[in-house]
Structure formats: structure tokens, C-alpha cells
């Protein structure tokens, strides 16, 4: 048989509690590791440049870095 724990007045099965347990771990976990609804977004390390134009230089050089890989830029480098 089932052990039977009386609550607030009613019997309950020890198997009922233990399903209660679990199911309640299972949501806490899912709803403590969800994290925030924001979209995250993918970021590089920071660019330390030492001027405001070293800075945008660096940028359009990655973006284009991209767009070539994105392209299909397989082709080795003509330097």
C-alpha cells in the first residue's frame, strides 16, 4: 500500500507528493534558467582604438570582412 499523509484535512499519497516535488523542481529550473526575453546579440571582444576614425576604420573593415565571407570569399588573399 501507500503511505498517507493527511494535508489541510485531506489524505495524500506519499506517490502524489513526490510527483508534486518533482513537477515543481522541473518548472523552477525551466523558469530560472530561461533568462531574459530580450534578443541577445552576438558581440565580438571591444575595439580599443585610439581615435574616433581608427575606430570606424576597424568597424568597416570587419563588416566587409563579413560580407565577403558571407559572399563566399574562399579565394586565398593576393598579398
Given at each position: 500500500m501507500v503511505q498517507m499523509y493527511t494535508i489541510a484535512g485531506r489524505q495524500v499519497g506519499s506517490h502524489f507528493l513526490a510527483m508534486a516535488t518533482l513537477s515543481l523542481l522541473g518548472v523552477g529550473s525551466y523558469v530560472g534558467m530561461g533568462g531574459s526575453a530580450a534578443k541577445k546579440t552576438q558581440q565580438?571582444?571591444?575595439?580599443n582604438a585610439g581615435s574616433p576614425d581608427e575606430e570606424s576604420f576597424i568597424k568597416d573593415f570587419l563588416k566587409n570582412a563579413e560580407a565577403d565571407e558571407k559572399k563566399g570569399g574562399n579565394e586565398k588573399a593576393a598579398h
Open positions: 565580438g571582444p571591444p575595439i
